[in-house]
């Protein structure tokens, strides 16, 4: 029954390749979130989705797509994948009662 | 705009003693307040919150008070464990988004 919930949990691939991270969450929100950590632990939004509408998109590079089929799923794309990519990426929902925000475990994505 | 700035670590301490790590953040408006923790391979995770000045969260030893005059929201704990080892990030909530911190690696030595 977990709350929030990202595949995979490690991410290994090689310079170039396009991979895909999956988020789901079973909370009933109807904001989601995508962050980037890098190795010194500073979180970066990146998007937010609500009622799977763009509502923020920071300065990302256009390589990165989010898409969210539905209010519980919010998934990223990265074409092209460099070296500086290579981070842990949360998830995390929210709503306008729950104030504060869900976090996913977290995908670990090495681009080697 | 509004933003968070935390003390920077690493924070070293010893088992039992006294824990303070200094938030204070810039606003408008009156945001709710957040100290998030994160245990090493894992998430973020709530450890409290306040949403008004003088309010109080707790939290598993924790404690934190919205400061609206000093604009702060310091964390505290009087006695940490080894098992507080983490990340600490201070965040606030204004209109549409969270604030985060940097962060505040703790370590606790036994």
């Known amino acids: 029954d977990t709350a929030v919930s990202q595949t995979p949990k490690y991410l290994v691939t090689q310079m170039g390749n396009d991979k895909s991270i999956k988020c789901e969450q079973n909370l009933g929100h109807d904001t989601m979130y995508w962050y980037k950590q890098d190795s010194k632990k500073f979180l970066k939004i990146m998007f937010s989705?609500?009622?799977?509408?763009?509502?923020i998109n920071e300065t990302v590079p256009n390589r990165f797509s989010p898409k969210s089929p539905d209010k519980a799923h919010l998934n990223l794309h990265i074409n092209s994948l460099e070296l500086g990519d290579s981070a842990v990426y949360f998830c995390?929902?929210?709503?306008?009662?729950?104030?504060?925000?869900?976090f996913g475990p977290g995908t670990r994505l090495t681009v080697l | 705009g509004n933003s968070v700035t935390q003390m920077e670590g690493p924070v070293t301490l010893s088992e039992e003693a006294f824990l303070t790590i200094n938030c204070t953040y810039t606003?408008?408006?009156?945001?709710?307040l957040f100290w998030y923790v994160q245990y090493p391979g894992e998430g973020l995770q709530l450890l409290l919150k306040a949403t008004k000045a003088d309010d109080k969260g707790s939290n598993k030893g924790f404690e934190a008070t919205y400061r609206k005059e000093t604009t702060s929201f310091h964390l505290e704990k009087g006695s940490v464990q080894v098992s507080d080892s983490a990340v600490y990030f201070c965040a606030l909530r204004g209109d549409d988004k969270i604030i985060f911190g940097k962060g505040t690696r703790l370590h606790i030595l036994p």
């Open positions: 995390a929902s929210t709503s306008s009662a729950a104030l504060e925000q869900f």
């Open positions: 606003a408008t408006g009156y945001p709710s």
């Open positions: 989705y609500n009622n799977k509408e763009l509502i």
